[in-house]
């Protein structure tokens, strides 16, 4: 039975098909009922229109987070309002509910994020000496990723989505810095994870995620499952790798097969 | 399930630029491992390279199946007369936003003339990613007098409501469950058009996972006579009411 799955990147508010997804009892169940132990919310608010407001919804929420699903949090930041960002940091970062700052392509023209519009911010960033998530839903974003792994040496960063349909151009991109790791989320291609396996010599950097509500993750682990891993890669994208890059201690899961198959009811 | 899972939407062969990817094995044996009893499925190099060769190639492939497989054929209007190169296929499909080509296009608007004047009611798959493609393909479906059912694909965002307004308006609109990977979404598809009207179909191997699509149907807040519904009665029932293209 398995007793870890650290789910790495999910939503926090409503969408029209989950509509209660800003309800901890929701989520909670939900999460649960895939299997998922630990999942860290960003607020979708935040992500396209009210950074500050939207952070706050789930800094409430983590205040509070119910169970058996631990909850953490990442605190969406904005380059374009970098003073009310910086004291939001100041105020939740120092924080264990925090897992750290996530930084989103610009919501009103889908540009990437790039190191030449977040230079100050990511300065301010490296002081909490937390994670950065940056969401790399092309391979040009995570070209970008790439360059500001880079500049953030010595600071964990996530990159969320893999390149999306440009997954393998994304992983050739990601296959150096040995300081970014990269999330399963993005396209349903379980061949996608056998050729970041393959370029990067192992499983070591990355990170399980489902993006959820925009993804189910019974749909990310049934992909798990259909890329065939063996039980230790398995174990390092679903818990191990995690626990390295927020600094937790190690779990332990006898088979995490198990819960793919009970995710696909099966 | 009493229902056997029937996978409306699978392809198989390479996608570009990664070539070599023979054959129908993987798809067989990803429908083994999950489930999965009968798939319609396409060569991607019909999609990618010749409509003739790739149809073709689909039509061999589900041959040698032993009816586990059945044919769909890619209506590519780009080619002159690709409406001929369809013979034996069970669903017809459009593939606009990949191949890119415009829905308004007088090649299109001739191929389903031909085909509805031959009296082919074969259900056309339509690729339906950006907004406003599938109203046009509603309105020249009307226009061009073709009777068969249409399952709109890789629904997201704009596109799915898109899609809900055009199943509300008529009954031969169809939702495909490819691109509904949300939490929740096959479920409001359902609550919005009728379990009758969500059809499962993977885009598996070459496009998208089999386990992945049929784990958030498996998941999805369904009765279990709606379940059966879209992960199999309606493909049976499109594919009994359509037959084949002679």
């Not at chain 1, 800003?22 to 009210?50: F, H, K, P, W």
């Not at chain 2, 046009?136 to 007098?145: C, E, M, S, V, W």
């Not at chain 2, 059912?149 to 704009?158: A, H, I, N, Y």
Request: aromatic content about 6%; glycine content about 10%; charged content about 20%.
């Amino acid at each position: 039975m398995a007793e870890e799955i650290i789910d790495v990147h999910c939503g926090w508010g409503p969408t029209p098909a989950a509509p209660t997804w800003n309800q901890t009892e929701t989520v909670q169940s939900t999460l649960a009922a895939r299997g998922i132990t630990m999942a860290c919310l960003s607020s979708l608010l935040a992500r396209r229109y009210d950074p500050i407001g939207g952070n706050e919804t789930v800094a409430d929420t983590l205040a509070n987070p119910g169970s058996p699903v631990q909850l953490r949090g990442w605190l969406v930041v904005q380059p374009a309002q970098h003073e009310e960002s910086s004291a939001q940091m100041r105020r939740h970062l120092y924080s264990d509910n925090f897992v750290g700052a996530a930084l989103y392509p610009n919501p009103a023209t889908g540009e990437p994020v790039a190191l030449e519009y977040s230079r100050e911010l990511l300065i301010l960033i490296r002081r909490y000496s937390k994670a950065l998530l940056i969401e790399t839903p092309t391979a040009e974003a995570m070209w970008h990723a790439v360059e500001i792994a880079g500049f953030m040496q010595g600071v964990k960063i996530v990159a969320s989505g893999m390149g999306g349909e440009e997954w393998r151009a994304a992983i050739d991109f990601a296959v150096k810095p040995s300081n970014l790791f990269l999330d399963i989320a993005g396209s349903l291609v379980p061949e996608k994870i056998r050729y970041a396996i393959q370029a990067m010599s192992g499983a070591r950097k990355l990170l399980f995620s489902s993006t959820a509500p925009g993804c189910d993750p019974a749909a990310n682990l049934a992909m798990m499952d259909e890329a065939g891993l063996s039980s230790d890669e398995r174990e390092k994208i679903l818990f191990a790798n995690a626990n390295r890059v927020f600094g937790w201690g190690t779990g332990s899961v006898d088979s995490p097969a198990d819960v793919t198959l009970s995710a696909m009811g099966r | 399930m009493a229902e056997p899972i029937l996978d409306l939407y699978t392809l198989f062969g390479a996608m570009p630029p990664r070539g070599a990817e023979p054959g129908t094995s993987t798809l067989k044996n990803m429908m083994a491992k999950y489930g999965v009893a009968g798939a319609v499925t396409l060569s991607t190099r019909a999609i990618f390279h010749s409509p003739s060769a790739g149809n073709k190639e689909t039509q061999v492939r589900c041959g040698e199946s032993g009816g586990v497989l059945l044919p769909a054929g890619v209506l590519d209007p780009r080619v002159a007369q690709s409406d001929t190169l369809l013979t034996g296929s069970r669903l017809i499909c459009l593939f606009p936003t990949t191949q890119k080509w415009p829905i308004v296009y007088a090649p299109l608007e001739n191929a389903l003339k031909a085909l509805a004047g031959r009296g082919v009611k074969v259900p056309i798959l339509f690729e339906a990613t950006q907004p406003g493609d599938a109203t046009q393909l509603a309105r020249l479906i009307t226009a061009t007098g073709y009777t068969g059912s249409v399952v709109l694909s890789g629904l997201s965002g704009p596109a799915f409501s898109e899609a809900v307004a055009l199943a509300l308006a008529d009954e031969r609109y169809l939702l495909c469950t490819d691109a509904l990977r949300g939490v929740g979404e096959i479920a409001y598809a359902v609550s919005l058009v009728g379990a009758s009207r969500v059809v499962y179909g993977s885009g598996g191997v070459a496009r998208g996972s089999v386990s992945a699509s049929l784990a958030v149907a498996k998941v999805a807040k369904l009765s279990d006579t709606d379940r059966e519904l879209v992960l199999g009665g309606n493909t049976k029932r499109l594919l009994a009411a359509g037959g084949a293209v002679a």
